[in-house]
């Protein structure tokens, strides 16, 4: 669910703003949810290391299916906006806290093929979401995107208090303070980057405190970790090569990713004059391609134990495919876009999950659930900033050329479009190539970064500890394992 809804109004967002306001709000719905997604990503790391996974989880969950609700039965584009940040504080949590399921209780090398399984169907999640919000936008209404989620919450509910084990804390404290500071260091650099060139000019005041309190905030962060026990995001974990290259690698990816999922539907739509649901069908290549990469690259690292190709060549394929895009035109074909797609979707589905593997693999166990959470935290925020980003380069360059373009007009009836003039497809098509030009750009630092990542071994099930565990039910099924130093020294060597 938490997947889906990253991506699910990607498609309903043209009808959305048609209905409750203009093209400027465009980037923050699809932030807003991102934004508390990303911010609060670490605390609940941290939070699940104290209580165990599943209290933090069932209570991300409530969360979840609350805000659901609200986003069902706003009436404004501020109750829509907060609605879906209210989502983003639940997911938060549900996106990090099943991995780290996985991490408590695989090995390194049966983690991989599992690890694989869960990219595989985040991926399919986030990526049927924009044909499935086209089609309930086109069929049902755009207030069914979000309904979907209160049935799917209580059974979800159900079947995690029944399966979820409840086992003791690992750490002893939770760091409040530095995830305030965190959440609130994010918001303003966000909210800078968003409002900057389109609400207010980059050098006005508002945007200059944003910016620079954001640094400043982030500054007072990580100040503020480096004197506590147990810090929300503890920074000697950036001592590690593979902890620190996989972090700014998962930062690129998240960026290219979500910069495909928004910006190729609107693209169909604008330029090509695509329903709802014809645009997010134009992902499913995207989809296939992911599912396929992350099984691909699951079920190999299972067996070879080696992590270290499978990013090299998925952001080499993130690369060409991204180039592909900058070349698309309003009268590139369904087939050749979808071919283009499929190979950046295979490219991601070998990097994603692989580099979330490598962090764990690095990491001590009490640190297991705040490295899984960084891991995802540098992929969400380069999700969110590269979405604002992207979107104040698409409409930067668009209101130069054509002001009126701030109010996307919806043609009526189930197959409706978002259009503009036709004198503005031309600069449209020029703004988008921006986009996809920079996601190139992105994708290639993900692949240098990639290269410098260590060559490691995972240890086969037998060999590694599930180490140090407090669980002494836990601890009886994996008896067989030995000790966490052995299991960093194999998997450090």
Aim: some cysteine; charged content about 10%.
């Amino acid at each position: 669910m938490a997947a889906l809804d990253q991506t699910v109004v990607a498609t309903a967002l043209p009808r959305v703003t048609a209905e409750l306001g203009g093209l400027t709000s465009y980037t923050w719905l699809a932030i807003a949810y991102l934004l508390t997604a990303t911010a609060f990503t670490p605390l609940y790391g941290r939070l699940s290391d104290h209580f165990g996974r599943r209290a933090p989880y069932l209570v991300a969950l409530t969360i979840f299916v609350i805000g659901s609700a609200a986003a069902t039965g706003a009436r404004t584009m501020g109750e829509l906006i907060g609605a879906r940040a209210f989502q983003g504080l639940g997911a938060a949590g549900l996106l990090t806290l099943a991995v780290a399921v996985i991490g408590d209780e695989l090995s390194p090398r049966e983690r991989a093929r599992y690890q694989g399984l869960f990219g595989g169907i985040f991926a399919l999640a986030s990526l049927l979401g924009p044909p499935l919000g086209g089609l309930l936008t086109d069929y049902a209404g755009w207030r069914w995107v979000f309904a979907i989620n209160l049935p799917l919450g209580i059974v979800t509910a159900a079947l995690l208090w029944r399966a979820l084990p409840d086992a003791r804390a690992l750490s002893a404290r939770v760091d409040y303070v530095g995830g305030l500071l965190l959440v609130a260091s994010v918001s303003c650099l966000l909210l800078g980057v968003v409002w900057g060139g389109v609400e207010r000019p980059w050098g006005s005041p508002m945007i200059v405190v944003l910016l620079g309190g954001g640094v400043a905030l982030g500054m007072a962060f990580i100040v503020y970790e480096r004197s506590v026990a147990a810090p929300v995001l503890p920074l000697r974990l950036f001592r590690d090569r593979t902890f620190a290259l996989s972090c700014g690698a998962g930062f690129c990816v998240g960026a290219c990713m979500f910069a495909a999922i928004y910006f190729v539907p609107l693209f169909r739509q604008v330029a090509q004059h695509a329903g709802a649901a014809q645009a997010g069908q134009s992902l499913l290549s995207l989809t296939v391609g992911l599912v396929l990469g992350a099984a691909l690259s699951g079920r190999l690292i299972s067996r070879t134990g080696q992590l270290r190709p499978f990013p090299i060549a998925g952001t080499a394929l993130m690369t060409v495919g991204f180039v592909l895009l900058h070349g698309v035109t309003a009268g590139t074909s369904a087939g050749v876009l979808a071919a283009d797609l499929g190979l950046l979707g295979l490219g991601i589905g070998l990097v994603m999950q692989v580099l979330v593997l490598a962090v764990q693999n690095s990491v001590a166990r009490p640190d297991l659930g705040a490295a899984t959470s960084a891991a995802g935290f540098f992929r969400s925020i380069g999700g969110t900033l590269g979405t604002s980003a992207l979107g104040a380069v698409l409409l930067n360059r668009l209101l130069a050329q054509v002001p009126s373009a701030s109010s996307l007009t919806l043609r009526p009836g189930p197959g409706a479009t978002a259009t503009l003039p036709d004198a503005a497809i031309g600069p449209f098509v020029a703004a988008m190539h921006d986009v996809f030009l920079v996601g190139a750009l992105l994708a290639g630092v993900a692949f240098v970064l990639t290269l410098a990542l260590p060559a490691r071994h995972l240890a086969e099930p037998g060999e590694t500890a599930g180490s140090d565990r407090q669980d002494t039910r836990r601890e009886s099924r994996h008896s067989g394992r030995i000790d966490e130093t052995l299991d960093r020294h194999i998997t450090n060597s």
